[in-house]
């Protein structure tokens, strides 16, 4: 499975709350919720946040997402597979739709309007030539 390209998230991933929290939650549920959704028994290994935590629109509510355990599911790897495949969020259009929403949060904490917005804002006005 890739890993997201969004720095905010890869740095939430990273951090030291998210390890601890990642094995509570495995020591909390060390089976495939899914799995035992459907009558099976398999080991959890990895740890899926049922809301993308990209899906969020500032660095804070990305943080809450990530670290909410109620917003965690304990998965076997082939259902980690499966749930970001039937998502469809490894597809181009979300991974463009993830960056446009990093370039924002970017923006937002540097104080400038991100590529876009100014545009849609405040259209520039036509350029006329002298011919």
Not at 32 to 52: N, S, T
Not at 73 to 98: N, W
Request: aromatic residues 6%; contains cysteine.
């Amino acid at each position: 499975m890739e890993m997201s390209r969004d720095k905010d998230y890869q740095r939430l991933l990273n951090s030291m709350r998210w390890k601890e929290l990642r094995v509570w939650k495995l020591q909390h549920n060390p089976l495939c919720e899914l799995c035992q959704a459907e009558g099976y028994v398999r080991a959890a290994v990895d740890v899926h946040h049922i809301k993308p935590v990209e899906s969020a629109h500032s660095l804070q509510e990305m943080e809450k997402l990530c670290y909410d355990p109620s917003n965690l599911m304990a998965l076997c790897i082939p259902c980690h597979v499966k749930v970001h495949k039937d998502a469809s969020s490894h597809t181009k259009a979300s991974h463009k739709e993830r960056s446009s929403q990093s370039l924002a949060r970017w923006a937002a904490r540097h104080g400038v309007k991100a590529e876009g917005e100014e545009a849609e804002a405040n259209p520039p006005p036509p350029i006329f030539f002298d011919g």
